[in-house]
Nanobody, 120 residues
Framework: QVQLVESGGGLVQAGGSLRLSCQAS????????MGWFRQAPGKQRELVAR???????DYADSVKGRFTIARDSAKNTLYLEMNRLKPEDTAVYYC??????????????WGKGTLVTVSS
């Protein structure tokens, strides 16, 4: 049974930094793409950043130059380094993965989210 668990969220002042982690558990054979999404109250969930199996990356324009996404294949862990945080970055951040496991072919999984609050 595959699970994604996020950690690292919290309260930080504007201009500060946080590093989010997402660990995938279960018997995983292959990961196609992993990414971070976020959702603020009253707004739609949006893609923040993603990274493919070939390590190519994409970032939302609002975070480009401030956030860095990375993955550790040996640990099945995804990271998001967030720098120069702004109040508008406040949201619940969700880990997402398209992967193949022992019990299933490729399919999409979601974590339960971790809250990031940036004070002004």
């Amino acid at each position: 049974q595959v699970q994604l668990v996020e950690s690292g969220g919290g309260l930080v002042q504007a201009g500060g930094s946080l590093r989010l982690s997402c660990q995938a558990s279960g018997i995983i054979f292959s990961i196609n793409v992993m990414g971070w999404f976020r959702q603020a109250p009253g707004k739609q969930r949006e893609l923040v950043a993603r990274i493919t199996s070939s390590r190519s990356t994409d970032y939302a324009d609002s975070v480009k130059g401030r956030f860095t996404i990375a993955r550790d294949s040996a640990k099945n862990t995804l990271y998001l380094e967030m720098n120069r945080l702004k109040p508008e970055d406040t949201a619940v951040y969700y880990c997402n993965a398209d992967l193949e496991s022992l019990g299933s072919g490729f399919r999409e999984y979601w974590g339960k989210g971790t809250l990031v609050t940036v004070s002004s």
